[in-house]
């Protein structure tokens, strides 16, 4: 059974930097879009960056310029580099990850547990 485990959140300052980590376990065949999300309490969940199996990557305009999304597709993770963080930074974040477990298996959309972040001084 394939699951993503996110880890890196935590608790940091108002412009500090965090780095959040989502490492798939299981097996996995192929491995295509993935990306984060978070969630604020009270607020519905949003899209934060995604990064395509060939690293073409997209964000959200509230963290251009601050956050990069990268992966190391034969670590089958993904990655989330938060610099110069708000308080509004703060919410849940969620990996996202499509992936095929086998050659005649369809993909499947996955989701992580979760990590907190919090931005506070």
């Known amino acids: 059974q394939v699951q993503f485990v996110e880890s890196g959140g935590g608790l940091v300052q108002p412009g500090g930097s965090l780095r959040l980590s989502c490492a798939a376990s299981g097996s996995i065949f192929s491995l295509y879009g993935m990306g984060w999300y978070r969630q604020a309490p009270g607020k519905q969940r949003e899209l934060v960056a995604t990064v395509t199996s060939s690293g073409r990557t997209t964000y959200a305009d509230s963290v251009k310029g601050r956050f990069t999304i990268s992966r190391d597709n034969a670590k089958n993770t993904v990655y989330l580099q938060m610099n110069s963080l708000k308080p509004e930074d703060t919410a849940v974040y969620y990996c996202?990850?499509?992936?095929?477990?086998?050659?005649?298996?369809?993909?499947?959309?996955?989701w992580g547990q979760g990590t907190q972040v919090a931005v506070a001084s």
């Open positions: 996202n990850a499509a992936a095929q477990t086998t050659m005649s298996s369809r993909p499947w959309t996955y």
